[in-house]
């Protein structure tokens, strides 16, 4: 039995932070998608000190970062072997669940109209708009509608979503969210089964001012089995969770959860809970701006600047790591925004592992499974991994 290595994970998943170079791209309709990549070009070269000093810049050959080598972290790119481009099947495999039967979408079609009569009969709600679309953008389209009539504006995306819209004024946030647990109830047949049902509540008084609110709540399909989060929790270590993991998992795993409003909020929680050495076991973060505002959007200036930002977070965060913790940055598929539609991209992600015990920092192989990233944790708390799918790297980090 080896020693305990670390007795503090932290993973921070920079949602949709794509590096491209994946041979299956075109199997989901993707031509060489590479969300940083062609940011970074975009944009005439990003400034991510940070995340330059951590070796980054070795993924590819970026305008504004530069290969750079540290001697505390170890870098190199993960190939996803789950048959999905989405959120829920990034995260699970990241967490070592292989998903080979994709999540039912709609994106072309809308539900079908079985499924809408009977929402309409179990809510007593008429629904309106049933297509795929921009959270914003339908809103701003149907919401005044939607907002005098009281009915539920039901959307969806290239993801395996079902999104039910409401304004708080003419649907209370908790009349929305008895209207998405039927939904979500209804799903569960095979033939309309999605990944997610997503409550998305708004305020405003017209088009012009509609905004969603943090009052968001996901109704997932729990995993099929065990994750990495399980066996970790099930030993008796804490699993902390910091924005939608909780709703990702559907709680499956996660001992505490902490909702963000974004990116800035949630790297603030992510440090105050570093800062307290009384818990050992694993932080799991989900950092959603950069998927959610600029990813789907194709805004690569906004997309840019969120890195940007968090390059400066990711500083601040540091500071308070020890050599008891080892911290993971990697993502969950990709966004580019340079890319055709509003649709995620299937891309390799990055990992990079920093500690300040680390001594070889260097560039590592590729590694045929984002779940690398639980079974390195489950290794390094000296567990077994069970089937859990991914090749630990706690061997090559000295």
Sequence with gaps: ??????????VIVMDS?????????????????????????????????????????????????????????????????SNGKDTMTGHWE????????????????????????????????????????????????????????GSLIVYTSADSVLQIAAHEESVSVEELYRCCEIARELTMKDEWKVGRVIARPFIGKDASTFKRTPRRHDYALSPFKDTALDILKNQGFNVISVGKIYDIFNGK??????????NDDGMDKTIEICKDKSWNGLL?????????DFGHRRDVEGYGRAIERFDERLGELLK?????????LTADHGNDPTHKGTDHTRETVPLIVYSPKFKEG???????????????????????KNDLVGESILKDLK
Aim: aromatic residues 8%.
């Design 320 to 328: 308070h790591l020890d050599e008891d913790d080892f911290l993971m």
């Design 17 to 81: 932070l794509g590096v491209g170079h994946d041979p299956r791209a075109k199997e989901f309709g993707d031509e060489n998608p590479n969300t940083l990549l062609h940011i970074d070009h975009q944009l005439n070269g990003l400034n991510v000190p940070n995340l330059e000093s951590l070796g980054l810049g070795h993924l590819d050959d970026y305008k504004g970062i530069e290969k750079k080598n540290n001697k505390h972290s170890y870098v190199l790119r993960l190939f996803e072997k």
């Design 362 to 384: 260097r560039v590592l192989p590729p590694k045929k499974s984002f779940g690398t990233v639980g079974v390195t944790i489950i290794n390094n708390f000296n567990l077994s």
């Design 284 to 292: 799991f973060v989900n950092l959603v701006d950069f998927d959610m």
């Design 253 to 262: 795993g996660i001992t505490s959860s902490n909702k963000t409003v974004n």
């Design 94 to 149: 990241l967490m070592g669940l292989e998903v080979e039967k994709p999540f039912k979408t709609f994106t072309d079609t809308g539900f079908p109209k079985e499924l809408i009569d009977e929402l309409e009969k179990r809510t007593g709600r008429k629904v309106i708009g049933n297509i795929a679309a921009s959270g914003t953008k339908i809103i701003e389209d149907l919401g005044e509608e939607q907002k005098r009539d």
């Design 1 to 10: 039995m080896n020693k305990l290595r670390f007795n503090r994970a932290i």
